[in-house]
């Protein structure tokens, strides 16, 4: 099969396996939401935002990292694995350390009153686990094992559905008694299941010897690439975030609630986007010719570009009926705030589209910088906007910060690689003959 071929079946794969997730991830969530109430919904959006910025932290990207070197065949399974596992554990130690040796620190990771062992056990136990996840996923989209990382995703979709759902009717029909124990406590099994699938899979499709050891000298082209990448990625986690802190800060936690709620339903459009990345990142990591991988970016983009708009289109005369009728009235207070983020949504999958391309053609110092400047326009408008504007003033500081992030891409495409703006946007002949057989294989598929 042709790289081209290749490709095109693997997002085909890709995109089928988000339809399932994107309607039962809506559901669970909810399930969760109405369970949690809008102050609960933000005390869990600070615990998941919290473990997020431990695992890319200490975790420098090394799932990217492994992808790159392992598509590029740059280094030896075997070196990364060990250099993974390593890593780990260093890391692990560190979390632990902060957490119950010295609490502390660690209680800057926890909110008033959650600073009990159990919630810093849920904080230990999830960074472990979503690192260890990662590193996996990263070891099988590096060998192009799209399709077993796509049947765990499933899994992941289906068991937030039932547990949470039937969490749900439970406490409504006084089965059970549940809050955020309950719910973090689920959030760990989940996460241990997932991890379980991913290693099985890894086993079977993956032939990886014993992890073997490394020196100092072998891990210098790691480091080289893992520096940028690294410094892309906390910058681009804080343009993703700050926000989140921002209405926390100055709005407190019940709009924190609005607001998570209004964030995450508007990036659920974002799973398009993330089956296109997923796919093209180990492909573009290879060894290609710019021609071939700029041909192949700019179908994505404009793939991606035609489905975010129409989405947000949707979302934007559909939020004023879906939240109140999903959520109940009491997340009224969400519905412009996803008007405002869906149009920064829209933008923010260009944005994402145009950086992993950047990122696998080892590009990542370029991404820092669009990176730097988007979150210096998010401090600045945010800091403006949300201690009058509140909730709408995040949504659109976030909106604006990720408009910014796009046009200095596109800037930086056109005057330094001499593209072709009209080439990324405008849709050709070709461009629809190979989305009729993506869209051909969709049908078929299901």
Not at 313 to 324: D, E, H, R, T
């Amino acid at each position: 099969m042709s790289d081209q071929g290749a490709i095109s079946k693997n997002i085909t794969h890709t995109f089928i396996v988000q339809i399932p997730n994107y309607i039962l991830g809506i559901i669970a969530g909810i399930f969760l939401t109405r369970q949690l109430g809008p102050e609960g919904k933000g005390d869990y959006t600070l615990f998941l935002n919290n473990v997020q910025l431990l695992v890319m932290l200490l975790g420098v990207n090394l799932p990217g990292a492994i992808q790159y070197f392992l598509a590029g065949k740059k280094m030896p399974p075997e070196r990364l694995a060990g250099i993974s596992l390593c890593l780990l554990l260093i890391s692990s130690v560190v979390v632990f350390t902060f957490l119950f040796l010295i609490p502390s620190l660690g209680n800057n990771l926890l909110k008033e009153g959650y600073e009990t062992f159990f919630f810093r056990a849920y904080i230990f136990a999830s960074f472990v686990l979503t690192f260890f996840n990662a590193m996996i996923t990263g070891f099988l989209q590096g060998h192009y094992r799209f399709r077993e990382v796509n049947k765990i995703s499933v899994l992941n979709s289906v068991l937030n559905f039932v547990i949470f759902t039937t969490m749900y009717f439970a406490v409504k029909s006084n089965i059970v008694t549940a809050g955020m124990k309950e719910v973090l406590g689920l959030t760990v099994l989940i996460l241990s299941l997932n991890c379980a699938g991913l290693f099985y899979f890894l086993r079977k499709t993956v032939d990886l010897k014993k992890p073997a050891a490394f020196t100092l000298n072998e891990l210098k082209p790691l480091v080289s690439f893992l520096i940028p990448a690294f410094a892309s990625v906390l910058i681009n986690f804080f343009n993703s975030r700050l926000n989140i802190w921002l209405v926390e800060y100055y709005a407190g936690t019940e709009n924190l609630g609005y607001f998570s709620l209004a964030l995450n339903f508007a990036q659920l459009m974002l799973m398009v986007t993330l089956a296109i990345n997923t796919v093209l990142f180990p492909y573009f990591a290879a060894t290609y010719d710019w021609d071939t991988a700029i041909k192949n970016f700019s179908f994505a983009l404009k793939i991606n570009m035609a489905i975010m708009a129409l989405g947000t289109i949707s979302l934007i005369v559909l939020a004023p009926f879906l939240i109140p009728f999903v959520y109940g009235k009491i997340f009224s207070p969400s519905i412009l705030p996803v008007q405002l983020i869906a149009v920064g949504t829209f933008f923010c999958s260009q944005s994402q589209v145009f950086g992993h391309f950047l990122g696998a053609r080892n590009k990542n110092w370029v991404n820092t910088f669009i990176y730097g400047a988007a979150l210096l326009c998010l401090a600045v408008s945010g800091l403006i906007l949300v201690p009058f504007y509140s909730i709408e003033g995040a949504a659109i500081a976030g909106s604006i910060s990720y408009f910014v992030m796009f046009t200095i891409f596109c800037v930086f495409m056109k005057v330094k690689h001499k593209v072709s703006l009209l080439s990324l946007f405008i849709i050709t002949k070709a461009d629809i003959l190979r989305a009729k057989n993506i869209l051909f294989r969709v049908i078929k598929k299901n």
